[in-house]
């Protein structure tokens, strides 16, 4: 379902570009005059509109006709009411809450949004010694557990090493519970980093 | 829904939550009558029991402990508003967290 949902913002994303480029190609056609040159005639004659009005009209009154259907456009129609449905599913299905699981017993679920838990690990990981600013991701995993990834400042003088196995100590209250790999990153910050 | 008023309630109660979050539309909320309780969801379960899930905001806290204790309150909330009959499993997932005013 996530797939679709993508597949769907990519394409309306690419139909709108479509369209604005269309508009804005009609616009500029339309301002010549005349059925040469630069004008709406001479855009559909460049473009093929009309054999490919031609071709259409062919393919519906074979469609209309007497005869048997063809099996490949048969499958072709079947195909894109198909594609139509999966659509419209991956455009109104609500996306599912991908959330860390803590505890799952018979007494009750305990869990949490990605979001808090990049936060926490942000603010734990701030307290590290050498580290003047952070960033976290939170990653759940297919079943239990996931990555928890920092990518932090540090001071010139800290050492990257001692650095990571800071963060990674202070991260520890929160990837044992909740069953998260560290994945620790370091650079030396740059001039304006907050000083600690 | 008397559970999901106890629940929401005790839950607020417990140090380091900061109030109910409805999931930003709204989805994890209860009416009651014409009050919305946002951040507790009930719902039937066998035997005549409604579960009664919270959706929290928490303080910069440890989260599991603090899910523990959200957890025992409302057990003992619920318990307290003549419920524990109907109490069947709580589940308290923590949707944001809000960082002091003081935080860097």
Same mark, same amino acid.
């Given at each position: 379902?996530?797939?679709?949902?993508?597949?769907?913002?990519?394409?309306?994303?690419?139909? %709108?570009?479509?369209?604005?480029? =269309?508009? =804005?190609?009609?616009?500029?056609?339309?301002? !010549?005059?005349?059925?040469?040159?630069?004008?709406?005639?001479?855009? *559909?004659? #460049?473009?093929?509109?009309?054999?490919?009005?031609?071709?259409?009209?062919?393919? #519906? *009154?074979? %469609?209309?006709?007497?005869?048997?259907?063809?099996?490949?456009?048969?499958?072709?129609? =079947?195909? *894109?009411? #198909?594609?139509?449905?999966? %659509?419209?599913?991956?455009?109104?299905?609500?996306?599912?809450?991908?959330?860390?699981?803590?505890?799952? *017993?018979?007494?009750?679920?305990?869990?949490?949004?990605?979001?808090?838990? =990049?936060?926490?690990?942000?603010? #734990?990981?701030?307290?590290?010694?050498?580290?003047?600013?952070?960033?976290?991701?939170?990653?759940?995993?297919?079943?239990?557990?996931?990555?928890?990834?920092?990518?932090?400042?540090?001071?010139?003088?800290?050492?990257?090493?001692?650095?990571?196995?800071?963060?990674?100590?202070? %991260?520890?209250?929160?990837?044992?519970?909740?069953?998260?790999?560290?994945?620790?990153?370091?650079?030396?910050? !740059?001039?304006?980093?907050?000083? !600690? | 829904?008397?559970?999901?008023?106890?629940?929401?309630?005790?839950?607020?109660?417990?140090?380091?939550?900061?109030?109910?979050?409805?999931?930003?539309?709204?989805?994890?909320?209860?009416?009651?009558?014409?009050?919305?309780?946002?951040?507790?969801?009930?719902?039937?379960?066998?035997?005549?029991?409604?579960?009664?899930?919270?959706?929290?905001?928490?303080?910069?806290?440890?989260?599991?402990?603090?899910?523990?204790?959200?957890?025992?309150?409302?057990?003992?909330?619920?318990?307290?508003?003549?419920?524990?009959?109907?109490?069947?499993?709580?589940?308290?997932?923590?949707?944001?967290?809000?960082?002091?005013?003081?935080?860097?």
């Amino acid at each position: 379902m996530i797939l679709l949902r993508a597949v769907v913002r990519v394409l309306a994303f690419v139909v %709108l570009l479509a369209l604005a480029l =269309a508009g =804005a190609a009609v616009a500029l056609f339309s301002i !010549q005059g005349g059925t040469t040159g630069l004008s709406i005639p001479s855009l *559909a004659e #460049l473009i093929g509109l009309p054999e490919l009005g031609g071709t259409l009209d062919r393919f #519906l *009154a074979g %469609l209309e006709g007497s005869g048997a259907i063809d099996a490949l456009e048969a499958l072709a129609g =079947a195909g *894109a009411v #198909l594609l139509g449905a999966l %659509l419209i599913a991956g455009a109104v299905t609500p996306a599912r809450e991908r959330l860390l699981s803590l505890d799952d *017993a018979e007494e009750g679920a305990l869990a949490a949004r990605r979001r808090p838990l =990049a936060q926490l690990a942000s603010a #734990l990981a701030e307290r590290a010694e050498g580290v003047t600013a952070v960033k976290a991701r939170v990653r759940p995993g297919r079943r239990r557990g996931g990555r928890v990834t920092v990518v932090a400042d540090r001071t010139r003088p800290s050492s990257k090493r001692d650095v990571c196995a800071a963060i990674g100590s202070a %991260l520890d209250p929160l990837t044992r519970p909740f069953g998260l790999k560290p994945k620790i990153k370091t650079k030396v910050a !740059q001039r304006g980093g907050r000083v !600690q | 829904m008397r559970i999901a008023a106890a629940a929401l309630v005790a839950a607020l109660g417990v140090a380091g939550v900061v109030r109910g979050h409805d999931g930003g539309d709204g989805r994890y909320a209860t009416a009651v009558g014409e009050e919305v309780l946002p951040g507790v969801v009930v719902a039937a379960q066998r035997g005549g029991r409604y579960s009664a899930d919270l959706y929290l905001t928490a303080a910069l806290v440890p989260l599991r402990p603090l899910g523990d204790r959200v957890r025992e309150a409302v057990v003992r909330g619920v318990g307290a508003a003549g419920l524990e009959q109907a109490l069947g499993p709580v589940g308290v997932t923590f949707l944001s967290v809000e960082k002091p005013v003081d935080h860097p």
